[in-house]
């Protein structure tokens, strides 16, 4: 059975980083495409980041020169969502999802969930 469980997030003060982590069982990393989204309270869920099967990744939110970094642990089957230089408009809740294909901003497409995480940005 695919699962995903995430750990991380928090409360931080702006111009913080935090690491959200999301870890696999029931499939391996290098077949799946890991997609981190995030959403807003009253808004919509959005891509945030993606890694695809073969290690590269692409970002959907570009909101300033790397700050956010997907990366992932083949040997633990952990994806990693690096976040710095945080605002207060990055407060959501942020979530994990997994697609045995290539990358994609579409939700539906993915079949796996994580159970989500609470990131706050404020002072």
């Known amino acids: 059975q695919l699962q995903l469980v995430q750990s991380g997030g928090g409360l931080v003060q702006p111009g913080g980083s935090l690491r959200l982590s999301c870890a696999g069982s029931g499939f391996t990393l290098d077949n799946y495409a890991i997609a981190w989204f995030r959403q807003a309270p009253g808004k919509d869920r959005e891509g945030v980041s993606c890694?695809?099967?073969?290690?590269?990744?692409?970002d959907y939110v570009h909101s300033g020169q790397g700050q956010f970094t997907i990366s992932r642990d083949i040997a633990k089957n952990t994806v990693y969502l690096q976040m710095d230089r945080l605002k207060p408009e990055d407060t959501a809740v942020y979530y994990c999802a997994a697609w045995p294909n290539f990358c994609t901003p579409r939700l539906p497409n993915y079949n796996a969930w994580g159970q989500g995480t609470q990131v706050t940005v404020s002072s």
């Open positions: 890694i695809r099967s073969d290690g590269s990744s692409i």
